[in-house]
Structure formats: C-alpha cells, structure tokens
C-alpha cells in the first residue's frame, strides 16, 4: 500500500512536468580501460548474464558494451512466449531451470516483467502429430516439467475461440498443456534486467559497436569498440543474429545461419484467447497482449539474412494459417509488423560455452526461441565465464557438439512453435 501510494505522488508529480524527470532506470555508462569481463550485447541474455556475474560470483568490474541500445535487438521484438516443454533431457533441464528463474523474477529484479502464466497449448492436427505430442508429454514428466495430453474438448475448454470441428482443413485432434508456460513484457525483462545490473555496479555502455578483438597468441586480451579499446580479463559475446559476424572478426566459425523473422499483432479487441496457442503443422502461434492486441507470429524467412525487417509471403502465410485456427478473425485488422534477425543451429539448440579462443566465450543460436530461457541463459553463462568452466545444464550446450557428434535435435519441440 506504502509502494502504491508512493507510485501514486510520483505519477501526479511527474505528470506535471509532462513526464520529463523520471530518473534513469540505468546509469549512463562511458567505457572504462579495463574490465574484468565484459559482454557484448545488450539484450535480455547479456544483460542477465552481467547481472548473474555479479550477483552469484561476485564479480564488480563488469561492463555489457551494445551497438545500438538496450533490449534492440530481438529481446524486444519478439512474441515473448516462454515455456519449458522441450523433448531432450538437456533441453528440458535447461528451459526448465529457467523457467523457474522467471517464476521469481519480479521480485528477484525488483521490477515488474508482467510475467503471465496463462498457459501454452501446442495443437496436435494427424495422428502422428499425437504420437509426438503423446511422446514429448510422458518426456517432460519424466523430467519433473507439467505436462498434459488434452483431447478435442480439453482444448475447447481451455480455449473456446478456437474451432475444434472435425471438418476443418486442419482437424484438431489433441495438444499438449503446460499450465506453467505464458507470456511475459519482452521491453521490461531487458529493463529490468539493465536497472538491476546497474544498480550492482555493472557499466551498460549503450550506442558503442564492438569492430574487433584484441587477440594476442590465441588468447583474447578484449575488445576494439566505436569508443576505443577496451581490455578485459573475460569476453562473452551474447550478439543472437550477429553472432556468425563477430565470430569471424574473432578469427573462427560458427554453424549458425542468420535470418529474419517476423511478427505483428492486430487491432486490439475484448479477451478471447485466454492462454497460447500454438501449431506447427499449420504454422502459426498466437496470444493476447494486455492492451488486447493479438499477438501473431509464424516461420523465418526463407532467404538468410540480416536485416531486422521481414517480406510479405511470410506476413500472408502467417495470416492465412490464424484463419485456419480461428476462422472468427477475419474481420480483424492488422496494425502493425516487425523483424528480427534471429540465430539458427543444425539441431535447433544453443551454442553457450567456450570458443577456440582463450577468455573468449560465446552464448547463441536460440533461434526463434531464446526469450524464455533469457534468466536460465544468463545464469549458466555467468557461471562458464565466471569459473571458466561450463555449468552441468549447459556443458552439452558446446561448440564442439558440431565436431564430436553429440547434437540436441530440437526441431519438432522448436520449430514455430516458439
Ligand atoms: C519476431 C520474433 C519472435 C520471437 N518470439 C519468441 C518467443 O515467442 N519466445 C521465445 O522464447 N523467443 C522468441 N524469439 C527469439 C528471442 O527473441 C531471442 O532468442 C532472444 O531474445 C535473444 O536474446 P539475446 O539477448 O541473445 O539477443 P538480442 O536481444 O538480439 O541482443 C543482442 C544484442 O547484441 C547487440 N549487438 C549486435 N552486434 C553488436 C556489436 N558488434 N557490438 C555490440 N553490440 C552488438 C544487438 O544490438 C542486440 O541488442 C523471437 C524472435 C523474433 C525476432
């Protein structure tokens, strides 16, 4: 109640400036010379991951050092679906870890990330689709991770808007259910996460693009920036799309593919999808926002690219595929679409861990899917560069997966359905 009335003066305080003094959430930071770590990237991963090294390490001389600005990049252009129900034991351990992390997250962050468990619904259209989905249940229980099979009326009840008739083009015949997944503010995770940090002492150098490395016998010694150089004990580059970019300005490969991705939400209108929805066979997912927009997203472009923009076939299929769930729509008119340019693996996982060279690390490759794992991303990141050594959960995560063999094929648990 104190908190609320103090909320309260402040908004008619400030209302009377017109809105132009609110302090800063996060410190205005310039670059120092030398750093015990820093990570390049301001989204919600590099962010966290300084806040992680910090607060579970003690570090305190940590700089994130961004191109552009706080949460830019796709931490605030995405979908914000966020969920734990992957197939693999590696992939589950690890978004489930996470998920547990934003089940706390407000309160850790002191900052409201309106995250809304609301439950996440992946539909089930063939009977083989119900065998998988049968298959990725019993695999998440067996893991400790909530789960349901629901059948043709579970769904219904769950979601009335949908049309569940078996004469649709593509019939719904199941989906699974996890009750604990939903949807969280993407702009307040990176803000919070940005406050949080910089309240710790961490320097978030915002508009400062990173051009090279300094590298001196195979060891990286740090970073050549738009504001001059900058040394470090430790580097992490967290960049998602530009990834494959900087590698090579590190001197080395890496298998992942870079492109755009889109989405756009409609006019905003009463509640009327009440959880996610998801569909990989017909390609679409959806859910609604707090101001009542639906929030609407599909596949990546097919062409490999680097612009934060998309095309419209994608804009279409993705616009087609809502009417084949939810033929109601079709009056609704759409307001606005957006890109990013997202990180993609062979095996549809991420890549955190060390790189070939020394002090130098890199977490990538979430693809279409990173923003739930955004705190569980951050914390087993902060422990690599923190102890030099990855943490359990994400020491199958490696680069060298791609030589030994060992990949996480998360294709059917990734693909759309984010
Ligand atoms: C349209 C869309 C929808 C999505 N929907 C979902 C979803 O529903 N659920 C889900 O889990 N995931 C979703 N994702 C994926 C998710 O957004 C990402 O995996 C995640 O946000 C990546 O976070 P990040 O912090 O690694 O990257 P980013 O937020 O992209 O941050 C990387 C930062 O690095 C900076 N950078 C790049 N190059 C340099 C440089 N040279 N120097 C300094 N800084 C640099 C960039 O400016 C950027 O701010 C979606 C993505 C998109 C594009």
């Given at each position: 109640m104190a908190q609320r009335a103090t909320n309260l003066f402040s908004?008619?305080?400030q209302a009377l400036s017109h809105h132009r003094n609110w302090p800063r959430l996060w410190a205005a930071a310039e670059p120092r010379r030398h750093y015990q770590a820093i990570i390049i990237g301001a989204g919600g991963h590099g962010l966290a991951t300084a806040y992680y090294l910090v607060r579970e390490h003690g570090l305190s001389d940590v700089a994130v050092i961004e191109r552009g600005w706080v949460g830019g990049g796709n931490t605030g252009r995405n979908t914000?679906?966020?969920r734990s129900n992957y197939l693999w034991d590696e992939s589950a351990h690890l978004y489930e870890h996470s998920l547990k992390l934003w089940e706390g997250l407000t309160r850790e962050l002191d900052y409201n990330v309106m995250f809304s468990q609301r439950g996440v619904l992946n539909l089930a259209h063939t009977v083989h689709d119900v065998r998988e989905a049968k298959r990725r249940v019993n695999?998440?229980?067996l893991n400790g991770i909530d789960a349901e099979f629901l059948d043709?009326?579970?769904v219904k009840a769950v979601?009335?808007?949908?049309d569940v008739s078996p004469t649709r083009r593509f019939p719904i015949l199941g989906a699974t259910w996890q009750k604990r997944g939903g949807v969280a503010r993407h702009d307040a995770v990176a803000w919070g996460f940005a406050r949080a940090a910089s309240r710790l002492g961490v320097d978030v150098i915002e508009n400062c693009p990173v051009e090279g490395f300094l590298i001196d016998n195979g060891v990286c010694k740090g970073v050549r920036t738009g504001k001059g150089e900058i040394t470090a004990d430790k580097v992490g580059i967290v960049v998602a799309g530009q990834s494959s970019v900087l590698a090579g300005m590190a001197g080395f490969r890496l298998p992942v593919t870079s492109h755009p991705l889109q989405a756009m939400v409609s006019e905003p209108i009463k509640p009327v999808v009440p959880c996610v929805v998801m569909?990989?066979?017909v390609h679409a997912y959806v859910s609604q926002s707090d101001k009542g927009e639906l929030v609407l997203g599909a596949g990546i472009d097919r062409r490999n690219g680097y612009g934060q923009?998309?095309?419209?076939?994608?804009?279409e299929q993705e616009a087609a595929a809502l009417l084949e769930l939810f033929p109601a729509f079709s009056r609704l008119r759409l307001m606005r679409s957006w890109g990013g340019t997202v990180d993609t693996c062979p095996d549809a996982s991420p890549i955190i861990g060390r790189t070939p060279i020394d002090n130098l690390f890199i977490n990538c490759g979430w693809g279409t899917g990173g923003f739930k794992s955004t705190p569980g991303s951050g914390w087993?990141?902060?422990?690599?560069?923190a102890t030099g050594q990855p943490h359990p959960l994400n020491a199958p995560f490696s680069l060298d997966r791609f030589t030994s063999g060992a990949l996480i094929d998360e294709h059917g648990a990734a693909g759309v359905a984010h």
């Open positions: 908004l008619a305080r914000t679906i966020v695999a998440n229980r043709r009326d579970g979601c009335p808007g949908l569909s990989g066979q923009r998309g095309s419209f076939p994608v804009l087993v990141f902060a422990h690599t560069l």
